[in-house]
């Protein structure tokens, strides 16, 4: 199952489960009955693959195997299916609602955890597409092939800076930014000080130097200037 499905059915299962939780509250047990069991197995599965250290909780939330007497902390979600009621203790049915909210709780954070990891993976991806690509601009840079060397690392700083805007929720009008445009907004916004833009300016101009054809060739130690700066600038600036 693709990760857009998983988080479409954890979605349908955490609506699925407020409902329930709705039911409980009113006493309404026949709905409880025959769509409680099958949200419980769903949704277990899923806790059981994203969220292990959850399980026992969400469990003994539905069904406690060892108590000794039945009161409100120890009044679960299959006593609320029994029908079970105990005057003295003033519990019912509808005393599982706490319980059941609890279990959707579990629920909304497993769909957190998933996304979480996804980010995590997607970050440690990006990680190692960048430092194989500054590899290949190195050897790039040692065999004489400065421009491509330089190209390289611009598209990595481009990519970098898409990735750290948007992690910013920042916008701009232009369609197609380039390093300078990149740097010029997250300063106006401080997502990097004085001295950290007037170092990405030197990056672009460098890797300006490598576009235009008709300029003067880049030399071996800006391209070298160019991929160290790209290294320091993907590892401090988020």
């Known amino acids: 199952m693709k990760t857009k499905e998983i988080k479409n059915e954890l979605n349908n299962l955490i609506n699925q489960g407020v409902n329930l939780a709705q039911a409980i509250l009113e006493n309404n ?106 590899n290949s601009a190195k050897e790039l840079n040692n065999k004489g092939f400065y421009r491509a060397a330089g190209a390289i690392c611009g598209v990595i700083l481009e990519e970098h800076f898409s990735h750290v805007i948007k992690e910013h929720g920042l916008v701009s009008n232009k369609k197609n930014l380039t390093i300078n445009d990149y740097n010029e907004l997250l300063k106006n916004n401080s997502i990097i000080d004085t001295p950290t833009f007037r170092h990405v300016q030197l990056l672009g101009d460098i890797r300006n130097l490598c576009d235009h054809k008709k300029s003067d060739d880049p030399k071996k130690k800006q391209i070298e200037d160019l991929i160290s700066g790209t290294e320091k600038i993907i590892k401090t600036v988020f």
Request: proline share 2%; charged share 30%; net charge neutral.
């Open 29 to 134: 047990l026949k709905i409880i009955m025959l769509d409680y069991e099958c949200w419980y197995s769903k949704s277990l599965i899923y806790i059981k693959k994203l969220n292990k250290d959850r399980v026992n909780d969400f469990k003994s939330l539905y069904k406690l195997e060892k108590r000794k007497e039945i009161r409100y902390s120890t009044y679960t979600i299959s006593d609320a299916l029994n029908g079970v009621c105990i005057p003295s203790e003033e519990l019912e049915p509808s005393s599982a609602y706490s319980k059941m909210i609890q279990q959707i709780s579990i629920l909304k954070a497993t769909k957190e955890l998933l996304e979480s990891k996804i980010y995590q993976l997607q970050e440690l991806l990006q990680a190692d597409i960048f430092d194989s690509e500054l």
